[in-house]
């Protein structure tokens, strides 16, 4: 910018710290980065991130360096890992590993990091990730989540952190094995040499005594030496300058003051004193605290004449002032009578929620002291934040009013309840029931029809998390009546608000399994989800979805699921959930289909999502459907195991509700297999009576009756399935009956009945290819003597009579390694489908953790997978690994 330019804006061209210019500190870059951790601890103005953006610039490092600045004060764990994996994406190497992951409500931080851990596990090239500012990570749990993976990261990942104070990092193992770097302010400081050499590059020239003064009395602090500097360029007698020069804090804003504010025309000191109080301003912003114009011009041209301001935007509309020289204009603008500072706070607050930033506006309305306003804004935009995943944010905002106004106010006492259950979820129902009741009724009737809004979600919240399932459905119910309100359209809040009344209707109603109902609400979800961009609605109504049509249908069904897990890897939800229902709901097709090494690869991803606070329906599902993996591969231990963990889930839910029937008599049908029949008959007997009469256990009782060499009695439990008169929830089931049927008759000597029986069955399995209960109940002579007959079904038998032999049904092949496996790799890859641990492998093998590290990202290159299950799947797929099953 030329001068007369900046004159003409009002802004004397002062130096910045930029101008100076960088020395290079080569002792200190030879240990940034060198081993796992460098910490770089020192305070403000010690240039830790100078030392840093020069050690990236000199050491061509380019593409190759994730920075991850940590925002002030953060307390949300989900938004601190998306912005690192955020910036590991940024990086050449990262863009190819690291997988994209969006904001979700309650979406886990540990989940985050471990999905970090899978993605870089193949990592190879060095990559560093630079945490700046570690001291603003304002949550315990963040940190314990970062310990993990620093611990457990590929050691081609190396961190560097910075931080003004000490962070309580559990680091003292790396301290121990050498690869903990730290550099502390201490070791920031200039050596006289370093001082001489920056002089040098400012053309400053001063007599060895007065540079060995001034390096003495600034002590080498890098903001010190660096303002010398800039002083010394302009100052008429620099030798007395650099004698006089401490170099202390108090010489920085010092020079702060007269250097850069008081240089400054009225009207630029009006804004940058007016303007601190902002984390980040624009010029319109600018123009409304200060009551004049031009404030961009003005803002920008502070930028250029590197008055320590820095814009954050290509289009240089955002700007935020050098962390220092805030700090300096918040104490100026102490002198400012209070009222003056509150009323800028109001404006700016009502300015930024004007211009959609709800969270900073609520900041600023809690800094002016405005109550009232400041619970209005986070009421009216609570609703978003949750489904926007911000709890973490909404913490920290109720946080951030009186204790007394969070009791008093009946709209916050709302929002505090749904916070209350989300930090202390042990505590009853009746509760959050009693809180929520006294809160809806002190509102104000002007605020009375959005607090109902808010009273309607928090009771959804409360009913679900307690698994209330009539409370939880007549919730979503009123909220989807709410949604059509005016005011919801007046906020911009009804589409929104539908499409979650939408999903959690149909959620909840497949619980209860009321699927042809959970259907059309999902359906409809899902659409206004897509339309109105809520991805997060749309996938968790998509993988509910699956789950309820695979009971009309497999095809349809696995359409939805494939679409689930696509939408779950673009937003990095692979851990979550509703993910994992997806995937039981394709595993689950996948076992009924025969494809049982397929179903086990899906299984491993969804347990990996079983979470103690689990929907139990969900958790209920993935238990049962490990269970009718086991049984179809004869692993009946294995599967009664599975089933007695699924019942843990079903005692959440009503006792007649059809998920607990299945998982009951699919118990009933692994203690048969295991020979204990007495036991079956012991709990069936413990059943409630109508659950004992549903189709389910009645199959269980007959199989129960053919091992006991008692036909007769398998026939008469079996006749009210067969007729109608006892309903299946799944037309596909009836084909396990007709089996049973025909092994009763062939035992009876009806080799008539016992084949038309088969064929029967054949023809209610072909649809969906459901060749499960052909391996349930195995009928090898009745189905060649059907082949001989001139059977409609003989492709079908073909399958069957494979899959008994052993051999799965065929599906396009998978790719062969992109080239051979060494006899190493060989060796690590026997000991993945196992449930060792890299140094449990080590260990087996004589080797170190490393090597087998090394092993298996070889491995995974040449399979051309990510992961462990993965890598067992391709591996068993291609014949590298015995079947995962043995008749």
């Avoid at 804003?253 to 804004?271: H, I, K």
């Avoid at 029809?449 to 939880?472: E, T, Y």
């Amino acid at each position: 910018m030329r001068p007369d330019e900046a004159a003409r804006s009002g802004v004397e061209h002062s130096a910045g710290f930029d101008v100076v210019g960088l020395v290079p500190r080569r002792g200190l870059f030879e240990r940034v980065g060198a081993v796992r951790v460098t910490m770089v601890s020192a305070p403000a103005g010690s240039g830790k991130t100078v030392l840093l953006r020069s050690w990236i610039g000199t050491s061509d490092l380019a593409g190759r360096v994730a920075w991850a600045p940590v925002r002030r004060q953060e307390r949300d764990p989900q938004r601190f890992w998306l912005s690192v994996a955020d910036a590991l994406r940024g990086t050449e190497v990262g863009s190819e590993l690291v997988q994209a992951v969006s904001a979700a409500p309650d979406l886990d931080g540990w989940a985050l990091v471990e999905r970090l851990l899978e993605d870089l596990a193949p990592l190879r090239e060095r990559l560093w990730l630079v945490i700046d500012d570690m001291h603003e990570l304002d949550a315990a749990e963040s940190l314990r989540q970062l310990e993990l993976l620093v611990m457990r990261a590929p050691a081609a990942l190396r961190f560097v952190l910075t931080t003004r104070h000490e962070v309580r990092l559990g680091l003292h193992r790396l301290r121990l094995e050498g690869q903990l770097t730290e550099i502390r302010a201490a070791d920031l400081r200039f050596s006289l040499a370093e001082t001489r050499e920056l002089f040098a590059q400012a053309r400053i020239e001063l007599p060895d005594t007065a540079l060995t003064a001034l390096h003495e009395r600034t002590e080498g602090w890098a903001a010190g030496v660096r303002l010398a500097a800039l002083s010394l360029a302009r100052h008429p007698d620099p030798v007395r300058f650099a004698v006089e020069f401490s170099g202390s804090e108090r010489t920085v804003a010092e020079y702060l003051l007269a250097e850069v504010l008081e240089r400054q025309s009225e009207s630029v000191r009006l804004l940058l004193l007016r303007t601190s109080i902002l984390e980040r301003v624009s010029g319109e912003l600018a123009d409304l605290l200060t009551g004049g114009s031009g404030g961009e011009r003005v803002l920008q041209d502070l930028e250029q004449a590197n008055a320590f301001v820095t814009s954050l935007d290509a289009a240089r509309s955002w700007f935020r002032y050098h962390q220092l020289f805030g700090d300096l204009l918040q104490l100026e603008l102490r002198r400012t009578p209070r009222d003056e500072v509150a009323a800028l706070h109001r404006a700016a607050a009502e300015w930024l929620a004007g211009h959609g930033f709800p969270v900073e506006a609520i900041r600023h309305a809690q800094a002016a002291e405005a109550g009232d306003m400041a619970a209005r804004l986070l009421a009216d935009h609570w609703p978003i934040l949750l489904m926007d995943g911000e709890t973490g944010t909404i913490h920290q905002l109720l946080n951030g009013f009186p204790a007394a106004d969070l009791t008093a106010n009946g709209e916050l006492a709302l929002m505090a309840a749904a916070d209350e259950l989300r930090q202390a979820p042990g505590l009853p129902k009746e509760h959050y029931l009693e809180l929520t009741d006294r809160a809806a009724a002190s509102v104000p009737d002007g605020r009375r029809a959005h607090a109902q809004l808010v009273f309607g979600m928090v009771r959804l919240l409360v009913a679900r998390h307690h698994w209330d399932l009539p409370a939880a459905t007549e919730a979503a119910q009123q909220l989807q009546v709410a949604a059509d309100g005016p005011d919801m359209s007046l906020l911009g809040l009804g589409a929104d608000l539908r499409a979650l009344a939408l999903v959690s209707l149909g959620t909840t109603e497949y619980s209860i399994a009321r699927f042809d109902d959970a259907v059309r609400h999902l359906q409809l979800g899902a659409e206004l989800a897509r339309r109105i961009g809520r991805p997060y609605l749309e996938f968790t109504s998509l993988a509910y979805q699956a789950a309820s049509v695979m009971f009309r249908s497999f095809t349809p069904a696995a359409e939805l699921g494939e679409q689930a897990m696509e939408l779950a890897r673009q937003h990095g939800w692979t851990d979550e959930p509703a993910a994992g229902l997806a995937a039981t709901a394709l595993a689950t097709m996948l076992v009924w289909q025969g494809r049982l090494a397929e179903a086990e690869s899906w299984l491993q991803r969804a347990e990996r999502t079983l979470r103690s606070e689990v929907e139990p329906a969900v958790g209920m599902a993935i238990r049962c459907s490990q269970g009718i993996l086991g049984l179809a591969l004869g692993r009946y231990g294995e599967a009664l195991a599975a089933f007695r963990f699924a019942e843990r889930f079903a005692d959440r839910l009503s006792a007649r509700n059809p998920f607990v029937t299945i998982v009951r008599g699919f118990r009933l049908l692994a203690l048969v297999r295991l020979g204990d029949l007495e036991g079956a008959a012991a709990a069936r007997a413990a059943l409630d009576a109508q659950v004992r009469e549903s189709a389910w256990v009645r199959m269980a009782l007959a199989t129960s009756q053919v091992a006991e060499g008692a036909p007769e009695a398998a026939l008469a439990t079996l006749a009210p399935v067969l007729d109608g008169s006892v309903p299946v929830i799944w037309p596909g089931r009836l084909a396990e009956g007709l089996l049973l049927e025909a092994i009763a008759r062939e035992a009876l000597a009806d080799s008539e009945g016992a084949e038309a029986a088969v064929e029967r069955a054949l023809d209610v399995a072909e649809p969906d290819g459901a060749l499960l209960w052909f391996l349930l109940h195995p009928v090898p002579d009745l189905l060649e003597r059907r082949i001989r007959h001139r059977t409609r079904h003989a492709a079908m038998i073909a399958q069957i009579q494979n899959l008994l032999a052993g051999h799965e049904p065929e599906r396009p092949g998978p790719q062969q390694p992109l080239e051979a496996l060494s006899d190493s790799e060989i060796r690590v890859l026997r000991y993945l489908p196992t449930h060792l641990s890299t140094p449990d492998i080590a260990r087996e093998l004589s080797v170190s953790p490393n090597t087998v590290k090394t092993h298996l990202r070889n491995l995974y290159t040449k399979l051309g997978v990510h992961r462990r299950a993965e890598a067992v799947g391709h591996a068993r797929a291609l014949g590298l690994l015995a079947p995962a099953h043995h008749r």
